[in-house]
């Protein structure tokens, strides 16, 4: 039974470039979340994802975007990258209830150089 | 007011003691409650979920208030195991969104 799977691990891009960081659920979730995590900060919730809608929006400009496929597998786009968008960003599934725990993927860790 | 606040600490404990953290969150309407484990440069991972009636799973035992808006962990008879960040999670007003607290660093030594 597959965990949450997230590509690539490490990436490495200059300030200005685009990025696409890939997600893929645990077998049996339906929604997909998506957190940014500064060094030496807590998650913070950029969005969530469930049938294929942005459900849910956090404090994050429209240069984050993201997509659902019919799969439940996400994508998180970030336009125009920042020094600032340096960061590990984690994938988060669940099977769609509220009050579910979330179940995270390993990760990617951005750089912007 | 963040939603989710923490004492980030760290905790220095020998081994063998019992150590409590605290987390305080803004939203009097939010139903759901975790306590998330992270490790150095990995993902965090789910250590429990926090029941109105308090709750225990082994060495850890986790409370809710929810008229002072305030969660704890409790961990006994601590291992060098435990050295982890421990991240305090809420349910956002929306219901949908997990907020987390900035985390509390753990460092248990011999």
């Known amino acids: 039974d597959a965990g949450v799977t997230q590509s690539p691990t490490h990436l490495i891009k200059t300030r200005g470039q685009q990025v696409t960081l890939r997600c893929s659920p645990k077998s049996g979730h339906d929604t997909v979340s998506w957190y940014q995590q500064a060094l030496g900060q807590g998650p913070q919730f950029i969005f969530q994802?469930?049938?294929?809608?942005?459900?849910q929006r956090g404090n994050f400009p429209d240069r984050f975007s993201g997509h659902q496929f019919p799969n439940y597998s996400s994508e998180l786009n970030v336009n125009a990258l920042l020094l600032g968008d340096s960061a590990l960003y984690l994938c988060?599934?669940?099977?769609?209830?509220?009050?579910?725990?979330?179940?995270f993927g390993n990760g990617t860790r951005l750089t912007v150089t | 007011r963040k939603e989710v606040e923490q004492d980030p600490g760290p905790f220095n404990v020998p081994e063998g003691a019992t150590v409590a953290f605290n987390c305080t969150y803004s939203?009097?309407?939010?139903?759901?409650f975790f306590w998330y484990r992270q490790d150095c440069r990995k993902e965090p991972k789910l250590l429990m979920s926090?029941?109105?009636s308090g709750n225990e799973d082994g060495r850890f035992t986790a409370q809710l208030n929810r008229a002072s808006q305030y969660i704890s962990l409790l961990i006994r008879d601590s291992k060098l195991s435990d050295s982890a960040t421990y991240l305090c999670v809420v349910n956002g007003d929306s219901g949908y969104a997990l907020n987390f607290g900035k985390g509390t660093s753990l460092l248990v030594t011999p």
């Open positions: 994802y469930y049938e294929e809608e942005e459900r």
């Open positions: 926090v029941y109105s």
């Open positions: 988060a599934s669940t099977p769609g209830q509220n009050n579910s725990p979330l179940h």
């Open positions: 939203n009097s309407a939010s139903q759901s």
